[in-house]
């Protein structure tokens, strides 16, 4: 998404940086399966403690992620009659 949204001469957030919203069970699985190792920053280290927006998780790929209970899910049918539980992601500049 942030590929698309730089060719579309979106104007980052901050710092150069899109918006990312996640809700609180994606950022919970995204932080335990990307880890400091493969690209995934906490918001600490990349800027001041004072600088920290309320919810902000970390920055991944030119993305800040900000954690919110606000983005929607619902259960969708999955494979074989089974339901998911689908969380949306909103990337913007």
Do not use: Q
Not at 34 to 42: A, E, K, L
Not at 60 to 86: H, I, K, L, M, Q
């Amino acid at each position: 998404m942030v590929a698309k949204l730089r060719a579309a001469n979106a104007v980052p957030r901050s710092e150069g940086l899109y918006w990312a919203a996640v809700h609180p069970e994606v950022s919970h699985d995204l932080r335990a399966e990307s880890g400091s190792g493969i690209g995934w920053r906490d918001a600490h280290i990349y800027a001041a403690p004072g600088l920290i927006w309320p919810g902000m998780i970390g920055v991944y790929e030119g993305a800040y992620f900000v954690e919110t209970p606000r983005c929607y899910n619902a259960v969708d049918g999955g494979s074989g009659g089974n339901t998911v539980r689908t969380f949306r992601t909103y990337v913007a500049g």
